[in-house]
Every structure is written in C-alpha cells, then in structure tokens.
C-alpha cells in the first residue's frame, strides 16, 4: 500500500503534490519523493522516512516546474532506503514514475531487462516499469504507457511523466486505487480524494484497466487498449477528514472492511499449483524443516492471540511441538531454546520493543528466527532469518484488525507450507486446506454483511461493565482476542475463558443478565460447547452464540445467534473474530469514546 | 489427617463413638471403624468409604460394649478399602488401637516384626504399633505403651484399649492433636473439641510426649517417661460450629492458617542428607529421568495455577521443556505425546473429571504419568504410573489454598529430584533450594502474621467491581492464583495481567481509583516490574505492592506494600500466595457473601 499524486497546471507542482502527500501519508511512510518537469529536465528528490525529512531535503534543494508527481511509500518489495523510494526514474531520466501496488512478474521483466544491458539501482518491483517505457519507447508517450503495462502482471495505480511529452501526465489503473481531480486548467491524479480536495470535489474514479491522460486544460479516459471512456465525473460532499477514512466514520471501521483485501493480498503469489510456495520468503530447506525439534511463537497483545492460532495450526499440521509466549515473558525466563528451534516473532509494526529483544534472545542461543510482520524493513524484519510479510497495508487504529487476520493467514501459509515439508498430512488433505484458504475473503466479505445484527448486540451489551467470552480450542484464540479488542476501545472488563475451566472457578462471577459471548464454531467440540452455554444460561447469562450456517440448534440454548459461513475447523478463526471487531466497535461508538484513539494506548509499543 | 474418638464409662459406646465421628468427618472420610470392648473380646466392625457405610454395617453386627475407639480416615500409607481401615488389632485381638498421624519407621519397625514372624494384614503404618504392643506386652498397660511408643518415630495421636485391662482407655499424643473429655462418671478422648463437645465443655489439650490414662471416674495425665503432669482443665465456651473449624470463622481461614503444617508435612520424609528423595513414590530411574523429552503439566483451575509454577520450576531445574495446560483443553487438541513425555497431573481430589480424561489420553498415547494429589486412592492416583501425595489433610472450603501452596512444594521437589538426576545444575545449589524449602513453613507463618494489614487492604477494595494483578515470572502465576481466589469467593472481577503484556491492550482499563495488585518478589525483572507499576499509577490506579522483606524502593511507586520474608525467587510463590488468599477472604467477608460455599461453584469437579 503506497500512496500517489501527480499534477499538471500553471502553479508550482511541488507544494500541491507535498501536501496531497501529507494527507496519504495513512497509506505508508517508510519514505516519500517527487519528480518534477523543470521546463527542460525531470527532476527528482528522495527521502527514506517520514515526509518531513523530504520536507527537509526539498528546502536545501527544491524542485521548481507545473508537471509533476509525488510519492509516500509502504514498502513492499526492497527495504525503506533512500534508493528504494519512488519516483523510478529510467537510465536516461527521461521517464519518472510513482506505483502503487506489485508487479507481480517484475523478477522476469528484471532478468529480460539486464541482458539488454539495463542497470537497476533499486530493489523495487517498480523500477522495472521506468526502465521498460525506455525500452518499448516508440515517440509516444500513450502508446508507449499501453505496451509497457500490457506487459505487467499484478496490480498497479501507475503515474508517469516524461520529458518527451512534457504536456502530459499518464494515469494507469489495474487493481489499485486511482482518482483524477479534475480543476480549472489544472488537473491532478492521486490514489485516494483526500489528497486533492482541497484543489477540486469533481473526479473521475478510474477502473481496471483504464488509463488517463492529463493536460493542464483537458482529461482523456480511455481503455488501456486505446478505445475511449465516456464517464460522467462525479461531486465529492464529504469532508476531509471523512474522505481519509474512505467514507467511514473511523480507521478501525475502515480497516476491518479491509480485510477480504488484506486476505486475498497476504495469499497472493504464495500458492502454486494449489499448494503453498513460501519458498521465495523462508530459507528453510526441507530437511531443515523436518528438523526443527520446536517452535516458539513470540510476540504480544493481538499477535501473540495470533500465535495462539499458530501453536494448533503448526501442531495439527507440521506435528512440531508448539510453546506461545508472551514477548515479555519470554525474554526474561531464561527459555530453552536451541539450533534446533525455530523462533516466529509476530508483531504487526514489526517494532515492538518486547518482541524485538526476545528476537535478539533466541538468536543469541542459535534458534532460526522467522518474522511475520506488516512493515517491510522493520527493525524486526531486518533482523530475523526470514520474513513473511503480511500485506495488511498501513493499521491506523490503535485496535488492531486487519494485521491479525492477515497474521492469521500467514500462519496458515507457514503451516501448510511445513506440513507439505513434513509429510504428516495426505497431500490431498492439505490441497483441500489451500482451496479452502482461497475462499476465506469471499467469505470475509460474507460475514461483513452481517454488521447490523452484531451492532444491535453491541447496543445491548453497551450498559454493562463486565462480561465474558467463551469458547474451546481455536474458539478459545480467538474469544481471546474478541475480549482484547472490547478492553481496549469499550473499556468495558471483558475477559475470554476456556469453557471448560470455567466451573474451576469463574463461573462464580455469572449473574442474571451478564452477557457472555460464546463462540461455538468449532464442530469437534461442539456438544461439549453447548454443555458449557447451558451452565451459564442456567445462571441466568444473557448469551450471545457464534455458529457456523445451517446450525439450527445453538439458537435453543442461546439469546441470539450470529453465524459465520461454513469452512473447516482449523480456518474459522478469520471469519469468527470478524463479528468480535464489530462487536466491540459498535461498544465503543455506542459508549461514546474515540474509536481510533483509545486512552492509555499507543500503536506500536516500542517500549518495553 | 484423621479423625480418632474414645470412651470409656456406663454407657453403650457405639453410638456415642459414630457420633463423635461424624463431628471428625472433617478429617477424612475414606473410611471408618470402631473397636468395643464387649466384656469378653475386642469387637471391631469398618468399612471403606463415609461413615453412612459403618452405620449400614452397624445395623447388621453391633458392637455392645462400654470402652471403645473409632476412627475416620483420611487414607496416607495404603489405599482406602476395608483392610487398611481403622481400628487396627494384634494377631490374637489382644490389643486395638487408633492412630491419626504418620510413623515414619514403620518400614523398619514392620521388617523387624516380619522376622519374629508377625503376619500383616494391611498397608498401613499404623498396623505395625498394634502388633509392637503385643510384641513388647509385658503385663501391664501403661509401661508396655510407654516401651512402645518410645521406639515410634513420625507423628501420632493413639488411642488404646486392651483386653488385659479393660478398666483403661489409655491415649498417647506426639505432633497430632489430642483432647481429652472429662465427662461424670465417663471419658472421652478425640482428635477435635466437637465430637466430645454434646457430652462435656470441661477438656484437657495433650500436648507432645503426654499420655492419658482414662477410667470411667477418673483421668490421670502423664508424660511417656512416666513423670505425672499436673495440669487444669479447660472449659470450653464455643459452639459446635466454630469448634470444628478449630475456632476459625470459616473453613478457608482455617485452611489457610493450616498451610505452615501442610508444607511441612508434604516434605516429611522426602529428604534425605540435604537433597531429594522421592525414590519411594516416583518410579523413573535416573536414565530414565534424563530421557524425558518433555513435561506436560495438565490440570484445572487453582491447580493450572499450580502447573505454571510447575513449567518455571522444572524448565529450570531440570531443563527439559515443559508444557502447562487446561485439561479441558489438552484432551481435545491432539498434543504431541510420545513414549518419552511425562504427563504430570494435578488435582487436589484426584477426581476431576477433566483431569482424568486427559491423564487417560496420556496415557493411551504411551506417555508416562505422575500424579500430584491430595486423596490417596483417587482416580487419578490409581490409574496414575506415579503418585507424589499432597499431604495437605482433607480441604473443605471450596477455594482451595493449603492443596495448592502443597502442590507447589511437590512440585518444588518434583524438580529438585529430577534436575539431581540431570546434572544441568550444582548440587551446591541444589542442597541450597532444600535448605529454603525446609525453611518455608517458618516463613509462612511469619506471613499469616500480617494478617491485620491485608484485612484493612481487603476492606478498601471490597466496593470495587474490578481490579486487576499484575506480576512477572513465577509473580504472574501467583497473580493468576490470588486473581482466581478474589473472584471464587468475593465476585469482583479480577483480571491477572502479565505485567509487560498490560500495555497491548488492557491499559484502557485502567482508570482512577482502581485496584491494582503488583507482586514484585521476582528479583530478576524488579525494576522492570517497578517500571509497569509506575505506568499503572501514572493512569491513578490504587496500587498493593507485595514485595521482599527490606524492600525499601517499592514504597515509593505504590499506595500500601505488604512485606513476605525472603528466599529464593524460585520459592517466592509459596509465600507470595498467601497474602493474596487472606485477602480475597476478608473481601468476600467484608462484601458478606458464603466464603466456605461460593455460589455457582462445587469443590470438585467431577463432570466436564
């Protein structure tokens, strides 16, 4: 997820394209950069970080011209570095180009480059793009853009501006978000309306496969094969701040729409054939699997609720002993670990200071450390053996959402990928847990159409102060995080249990009317589940069930039901937890407290 | 623990006896027995199991008679069954005695009379004092007695009668309670003040190395050595209900108050030269031990507690591995058991079905088992490979506290036994974690002597709803332990926090006024600890500190700090509970609920 503007008018490009930045900077920020027309040249300024430090660099050496486009990265492929940032430009600088997205084929298009003698400076997919429309030039520039993206594979929001046509900015569009603003002789792209509506509430939303061609009095919509679009621009009537949140009310909202597309993007190029290939991330060989005596997932708050997932997924799977630890915990108990262990450190930012020293503390012993986190080039990212990145995009709220669930497919991913290493599981067994990881977005987006149901609940629990969450095996992670989320914006004192400990003790706490959530999604316990509903119905719980489609009788024990499409025990969590967001975020909304911002919290705890 | 009763007088004893007893139940109830003198011969009817059985058989074959004894068990040396069941006899009848206590030679003692060709009938350590008195019968009672018991080592309150002198019912008391009843014209003598108490208010409390001699008119008190002790009687002013809780307004407190007794008498005879010796209960050989691969703690509620103490202690003495979980949990989750896993199960009763389950699991898997238990010839402790008895006396209150504090010291010895035989650790050091173990029970009641402090915290936080514990390490699992026993029995909410995992997440409940209780014992990660302390104050939380006598630093960052005495950071949590179980019990008294039956809740949990 990165971000992108362009401009082409009669003002100077650099302030209109710094402050569209500003107002992207949700969608990364490992680095920024623009290139600007100076009437003669394309000019370039680039920094690794926040915009400020291209602030910074712009004042020392700043970039005059009315054709130009703009950049804030998060970084996907190639660490945050000064190199690694956009705009791309060709060897000869006449092309310069900002992406958002991946170009999923760019290794060929590289390796076919090289041999004709093209030289890289970057590690990015997007580099690949500048130096193919030097190579497919042929005197113009829209025809040239057309040849060059059919060749591209993947997803991209492409801007580009050439010194050859320097009337013209080029917009293409597969897969990624792109807008044109359209303004009185001046005209602006960027990958979300915030960052042009200050200038113009009249756009174009670009579609797949479409491209724009910019002049400064003058936009062109055609079809990438040249054919013209005639669309009707629309009127944007949000507000700004509405807008940065795509029309929701908050980032966590936002985020947890997201995630059908963090699924499918954290899947995407990691299954092959039907199997899963996570050879390009993890340096394992198979023998090397085979010989791992144990794992240890690592890490705090959400992802260690993640890693619970993982501690049944790699056992299930792979049949390597599993131990979950809290980053806290584990740093300082003196753990046993070996070369022969395998270390997963989870952490969303990848900056978490507990996860980051237990990472230091397993190396230290001689464990292999693999790194499961959303920033690329994150100090945790750096320092492991091996990362796989989950391509959630930039979290916002402070609850996380999104990073969990796309944490959650990874460790599937890993799973999988280690069980077809260890050969415990029928290859067709684990065809059919790949098939059924390729439907879970669909049905993510399955179980996001039940939101009025869960707010009407939300509403119903809002009053309460305490209450409980229930639920057996992966039920149980996942009730665990359901509770997490609750705490954290509501702050309502909710807390999960293992159904059955609960009469060790707890069940105490059930009086007339306490809601008690209680998820009851995995079918290899589900009897013993509605045993333990009944105990605490029978204490006069108000209960709201978790079931899976075409369950007809949890609705006899329970208050309400709230079902979650059909998939296999052992995926259920991505789909259950979804309700759970909702849950506590219509808690929140109908408490009245800030959403994205809750008290006390921060996002990314980089102390310790 | 048992429970034993005498009389002697113009009465028929029977009934006044199977009353007494039913006052004794308390302390034991795996089975019972009396013993009549009819005029002629000793008459002797038990029965395993509660005392409604003896009644059955009573109806069937009474004892008439005006001089006899009665017992109540609760089994140590042999399982429960009719032949280990008091009243115990010599081989000709001669002689019955009961017996609550241990004799710690008896091994000895029975080898000895083997090989003069005495016969044993039961497992007990108590059958070899019946037949010693037959074998040291030198014509008169009160001598013989004397010879007897002088070659006795362990612990013991006896009650005697002989067919020789059927005008005496003759006690002897050492480290067991004893009392005597001086009723007109009748004796009684009883481990506890209520059996007696519907006959007389006038007693005599035995002390250690004192006999008495009881006739129908008349009580003569002596020491073993024969020199006459002069003593007053005592008048007893309490009922009946606060007799049998020993003066204590409930059970829990009693339980509590017994815990100095129940760690000692859980290490009796397991130490040998300043090391470990558990090669009467645990069968492993020493290469056996260090094949061990891993270690799964599997237990329930207030016993998972005692596990997680069971992972730090063993991982680090022994550095093999350890896995804790809820038994509700392990049974259904497939774990990864092979023949070189050891299944360590805890459970006070021995019977929790979960419990058991998952032992049955283990063992279907190959693994081996160890029991920790409180109830000798329990499910768990039959069906278990090894069983390492809790020696903690019958727990009548629901909350358990002294079966959990001899828990951990099994474990503690489970652990020093092991890393003996696997060498990752001195002995020096080792022979140093014995000597503190042996000075636990002096230091927990130093810690009951803070008493008074803890029930003035405990009445500032009865008005909240919800409060929080924080620890980290073995703190954390003493958290989860004090957090259990506050919402057993008083229903505040309380939630225990790993204290580095509070900032992911449960920070936002924090809020002013709100209890927190901070363990900081953990010398290892204390300022770390103090560092999470101040960031719950800085929210206004009401901080409790618990930490190590002469820790002048603590008071500083909290609002009130209760002192435990020092040892071993290992050994902290034996002494750090304690605190934590007054002052849940002064909550819930404060709050006015039931201490010793908390709504919801059964003592053991012999369903799912």
Redesign the interface.
């Given at each position: 997820m990165c971000g992108i503007v362009g401009y082409i008018g009669s003002k100077q490009a650099q302030g209109i394209l710094l402050e569209g930045l500003s107002k992207l900077e949700y969608r990364g920020y490992d680095s920024a950069g623009l290139a600007v027309y100076n009437g003669e040249t394309i000019g370039v300024n680039k920094s690794k970080g926040r915009l400020t430090n291209l602030q910074d660099k712009l004042k020392v050496r700043s970039l005059p011209g009315q054709l130009g486009i703009g950049h804030t990265r998060w970084a996907t492929h190639g660490k945050p570095s000064d190199e690694n940032s956009h705009p791309h430009v060709d060897h000869a600088g006449r092309f310069a180009i900002v992406h958002n997205g991946i170009i999923e084929n760019y290794i060929e298009l590289k390796e076919e480059l090289i041999a004709k003698g093209y030289q890289f400076t970057s590690e990015t997919d997007t580099e690949v793009v500048a130096k193919l429309l030097s190579e497919l030039w042929n005197g113009d520039l829209v025809s040239t853009v057309q040849k060059t993206v059919a060749r591209l594979e993947g997803a991209y929001a492409l801007g580009i501006v050439s010194e050859y046509e320097p009337d013209k900015l080029v917009a293409v569009r597969y897969a990624s978000p792109l807008v044109v603003g359209i303004g009185k002789g001046e005209n602006f792209i960027a990958s979300d309306i915030p960052a042009i509506l200050k200038h113009t509430r009249d756009v174009y939303i670009l579609e797949d496969g479409e491209m724009a061609i910019l002049k400064a009095d003058e936009v062109t919509l055609m079809k990438v094969d040249g054919s013209l679009v005639d669309r009707e621009s629309l009127r944007v009537n949000w507000d700004i701040a509405t807008a940065e949140k795509g029309g929701y009310d908050h980032f966590m909202l936002k985020e947890i729409h997201e995630q059908p597309k963090a699924i499918r993007d954290t899947l995407a190029g990691r299954i092959k054939d039907g199997l899963v290939d996570l050879s390009q991330e993890v340096s394992l060989s198979g023998d090397e699997i085979r010989g791992i005596e144990?794992i240890h997932f690592v890490a705090?708050?959400?992802a260690?609720h993640a890693g619970l997932v993982g501690k049944?997924v790699l056992?299930?799977l792979a049949?390597?002993?599993v131990?979950c630890d809290?980053?806290?915990?584990y740093r300082?108990?003196?753990?046993?670990i070996t070369e022969r262990t395998l270390v997963v450190v989870v952490s969303q930012s990848g900056e978490t200071a507990?996860t980051l020293a237990a990472l230091r503390e397993a190396k230290k012993h001689g464990a292999r450390v693999i790194a499961i986190t959303n920033v690329v080039g994150s100090s945790v990212a750096r320092e492991a053996d091996d990362v796989i990145i989950t391509w959630a995009g930039p979290e916002i709220a402070v609850?996380s959402t999104k990073a969990y669930t796309s944490q959650l497919i990874a460790i599937y991913l890993l799973g999988t990928y280690f069980a077809q290493a260890c050969g415990h599981k029928a290859e067709a067994e684990l065809r059919e847990i790949v098939s059924h990881l390729q439907n879970l977005a669909e049905k993510a987006e399955e179980v996001l159409k039940g939101e009025p149901a869960v707010e009407q609940f939300a509403r119903s629990i809002a009053k309460h102060?305490?209450l409980f969450f229930l639920g057996?095996?992966l039920d149980?992670a996942v009730a665990l995080e359901g509770s997490?989320k609750l705490?954290?914006?509501s702050?309502i004192?909710s807390?999960a249990y293992?159904?059955?400990?609960l009469?060790?003790?707890?069940?105490?706490?059930?009086?007339e009317d306490i809601p008690v959530i209680s998820l009851a999604t995995q079918q290899?316990?589900y009897d013993?589940m509605v045993?333990n509903i009944q105990e605490v119905k029978a204490?006069g719980a108000n209960v709201l069930g978790l079931a899976v489609e075409g369950d007809t009788e949890l609705n006899k024990s329970v208050d309400e039901v709230i079902h979650i499409p059909a998939t296999i025990d052992l995926l259920s969590p991505v789909l259950a937890v979804i309700p759970l967001q909702l849950l506590a975020y219509y808690a929140c909304v109908e408490r009245g407290y800030d959403v994205d911002k809750?008290?006390?919290?921060?996002k990314s705890?980089t102390?310790?």
């Open positions: 144990k705090c708050g959400t260690y049944y056992e299930d049949r390597i002993p131990e809290v980053a806290s915990e300082y108990r003196n753990p046993i507990d609850a102060q305490n057996r095996g149980f997490l705490k954290e914006i702050y004192h807390e293992a159904a059955g400990e009469k060790h003790g707890t069940l105490a706490l059930i009086e290899a316990v013993k045993s204490r809750p008290r006390n919290l921060a705890v102390v310790e």
